[in-house]
Nanobody
C-alpha cells in the first residue's frame, strides 16, 4: 500500500525557516508529479508547490521566492524548504501524489508562524 508521512513542522517566528519532508512507501515519487498543499482553519486546501517527474517546479504566488520544493530520488522523499515565513503561512501542510487509480495524502504536519 501507498503511505506518505510528513515531518518537520513546528512553531517558528515570523521571518524564520522550516524544512518539511515527506517520505513515501509503496510508490516512487520520481515517477510522478509530487505536490505540497496546505490548509488553514476555515479555509480550503490550497496547492503550495509541485515538482514534476522531469524536475520542473511550480509555486503558488503567495510562496514564490520564499519556498523551494525538491525531490531526493535516492531517498524517495520530497521536501519543502520554507524561508521568510509569515503568520499567514500557518497551516497544516500535506504532501500528495496521484496515480491512475487514486490520490494519496500524508497525515499532515502543523506549521505555526507566530511571535
Amino acid at each position: 500500500q501507498v503511505q506518505l508521512v510528513e515531518s518537520g513542522g513546528g512553531l517558528v517566528q515570523p521571518g524564520g525557516s522550516l524544512r518539511l519532508s515527506c517520505a513515501a512507501s509503496g510508490i516512487t515519487f520520481g515517477f510522478y508529479t509530487t505536490r505540497w498543499y496546505r490548509q488553514a482553519p476555515g479555509k480550503q486546501r490550497e496547492l503550495v508547490a509541485a515538482v514534476t517527474r522531469g524536475g520542473s517546479t511550480n509555486y503558488a504566488d503567495s510562496v514564490k521566492d520564499r519556498f523551494t520544493i525538491s525531490r531526493d530520488n535516492a531517498k524517495n522523499t520530497v521536501s519543502l524548504q520554507m524561508n521568510s515565513l509569515k503568520p499567514e503561512d500557518t497551516a497544516v501542510y500535506y504532501c500528495n501524489v496521484d496515480n491512475t487509480l487514486s490520490h494519496f495524502w500524508g497525515q499532515g504536519t502543523q506549521v505555526t508562524v507566530s511571535s
